[in-house]
């Protein structure tokens, strides 16, 4: 009995050394909306260089646009236009030769490109996602699947040398440069990560063979504007229709 | 006494204490009884504005002035807090005007106590990352990253003690895989290390061989991979490791209903938390430690108990030997 009561004070003994207990969390959590805290003046106040230096940089005037563009479905001369830029810029980063290039329909945040000055602010307001461009390699059944879910949404962005038929939400009578969708053919396509990596419904893409270029598509955009300024050209776009409903 | 005695009566101690006979929750008014609140963020991504009023679904929300009201706020209220922000600060498009100079100032304004990397914290590369540092006056927690070749070596903390209210909070981070995410050329030589192992590694010494309160954890890994449920996450972290509290998490860019509880490897409760993304929302923890030294009756018993179940299994294997 001895025993039994030395291992108990020995143990009692350790056990007042330190007793550590989490009696209970309370998690909280705070939005911070537009109307919902007042601004701190003096952080504001630090802010404030830094913005007025954003704003010049941001007034940068890219490039010129004679005519408006609007943004439409199932084809439009936004939409045109933009994924022409993405498919040229594509292959200037990439050696082998691209077939087309889409973009997601909601990618594009303006409704249309009023005539006049484009600004780097409106580039931003245009493409304000930090997307990078992917070139996939696209099995022609697999294009065949992206083009019907394109269908299923009546159109997206997509670039020249590519012509379908939407009927009754499905792609039909598609013709890659001219020549007619082959399901055994590997088209590379380049294609924003987001919708590489599944976004709007396009899971499929996910297992296919991707190739990064660690571009932005906003910089492509960019880019592309600056060029234009440089050879004292003006935003053009085709406006031939690549989506027939 | 003999052996077979000393089990059966520790055996009924055991059986008082799992019946529900001393209540496990201390009252709020015990004065041993300390609160700390832990603000944290992640995944900020450099919205130093609010999101523009554009018509989209965040307009309005986040921006760094008000954040900074708030933390002001609750630190008049509050006397222990800790504000924490697990990673991912800077943001590709702003790296390229200002090179995270704005993000990282401000973050020393609000008063933020340590930050973990996040995978986008590379985007100007480490050499970007590395110039802002002299802007920071709080420390960045990495404990899976080894820097030793890099312009980092030496730059970074692989955990920190806070002491608040007597109490010992211990801080470790886990950033995620950077190859196959950010390109070689931005984060160079750096080493990226299991991070299970260090972070069992870490916390043990923190709570064994720094005797901390509390430990945290800033983790980028991602709260969970549905697709991919082996992939090491915050919940594969919590499951598999031992000694942690508190997982602040980042990278899914996840908004929690709320906090997710779980069970370690040991049975003993792990809480992850996260909070979306762009500084939308400013997570607010009131943790009521009871770390006492006049342990109360119930603390003594469990406390004991536990001892004795070890003891248990060592006397088992003498007693069968």
């Known amino acids: ?245 | 006494m003999n052996r077979r005695n000393f089990i059966k009566n520790s055996a009924y101690a055991g059986l008082l204490l799992s019946t529900g006979a001393f209540p496990l929750h201390a009252a709020a008014s015990d004065p041993d009884i300390s609160r700390l609140t832990i603000l944290h963020t992640n995944d900020v991504h450099s919205r130093i504005e609010p999101f523009p009023m554009d018509g989209s679904r965040n307009q309005g929300l986040g921006g760094v002035a008000k954040r900074a009201t708030l933390i002001k706020r609750v630190r008049e209220e509050q006397k222990n807090v800790l504000l924490l922000d697990a990673g991912d600060f800077f943001r590709v498009r702003h790296i390229s005007i200002f090179g995270g100079e704005v993000e990282i100032k401000m973050m020393s304004e609000l008063g933020y106590d340590a930050a973990t990397i996040g995978n986008h914290d590379f985007d100007g590369g480490i050499d970007g990352l590395q110039r802002q540092l002299k802007h920071a006056n709080f420390p960045l927690i990495i404990s899976n990253y080894d820097f030793s070749d890099t312009i980092m070596h030496d730059q970074t903390k692989p955990y920190k003690i806070f002491k608040k209210a007597g109490k010992r909070i211990g801080v470790f981070g886990l950033g995620i895989e950077l190859n196959g995410l950010v390109p070689k050329a931005l984060y160079k030589e750096t080493v990226y290390l299991d991070p299970i192992d260090t972070a069992q590694k870490w916390a043990t010494f923190l709570r064994h061989e720094k005797n901390c309160d509390y430990v945290i954890c800033l983790s980028h890994l991602g709260y969970k991979y549905k697709n991919e449920p082996e992939k090491i996450s915050d919940v594969v972290l919590a499951k598999n490791t031992s000694e942690i509290d508190l997982i602040i998490g980042g990278h899914t860019h996840t908004f929690m209903r709320q906090p997710d509880r779980l069970q370690n490897k040991d049975g003993k409760p792990v809480i992850i938390n996260q909070v979306g993304w762009a500084g939308i929302i400013l997570a607010d923890w009131i943790s009521i430690l009871n770390v006492t030294k006049k342990a109360t009756v119930q603390h003594v018993l469990i406390s004991l108990w536990e001892k004795i179940h070890k003891c248990l299994y060592y006397q088992y294997l003498i007693y069968f030997i």
């Open chain 1, 1 to 245: 009995m001895k025993k039994y009561w030395f291992v108990i004070l020995i143990a009692f003994l350790f056990s007042c050394g330190k007793v550590y207990h989490v009696a209970e969390v309370k998690p909280r959590s705070y939005r911070i909306e537009k109307a919902s805290y007042p601004v701190d003046t003096k952080v504001a106040a630090k802010i404030e260089p830094y913005k007025l230096r954003l704003d010049g940089i941001m007034n940068e005037v890219l490039s010129y646009n004679d005519e408006e563009l609007t943004k439409g479905k199932p084809s439009s001369s936004l939409t045109n236009w933009f994924a022409d830029v993405l498919l040229t810029e594509t292959q200037k980063l990439v050696q082998d030769s691209v077939d087309f290039a889409i973009q997601n329909y909601g990618g594009i945040r303006i409704s249309s490109l009023p005539p006049g000055e484009v600004t780097l602010m409106k580039v931003y307001e245009m493409m304000p996602f930090d997307n990078t461009m992917y070139v996939l390699e696209l099995k022609g059944e697999t294009v065949q699947q992206l083009f019907d879910k394109i269908a299923e949404s009546e159109g997206w962005p997509i670039s020249r040398n590519v012509y379908f038929e939407l009927a009754f939400g499905k792609a039909k009578n598609i013709k890659i440069k001219g020549q007619p969708l082959s399901l055994d053919k590997i088209y590379r396509v380049a294609i924003p990560d987001y919708v590489a990596n599944g976004g709007d419904n396009m899971s499929f893409l996910r297992d296919c063979k991707v190739h990064d270029t660690h571009t932005l598509v906003r910089d492509m955009l960019v880019t592309h504007l600056r060029d234009l300024k440089a050879k004292g050209l003006h935003i053009i776009a085709d406006k031939t229709p690549r989506i027939i409903n």
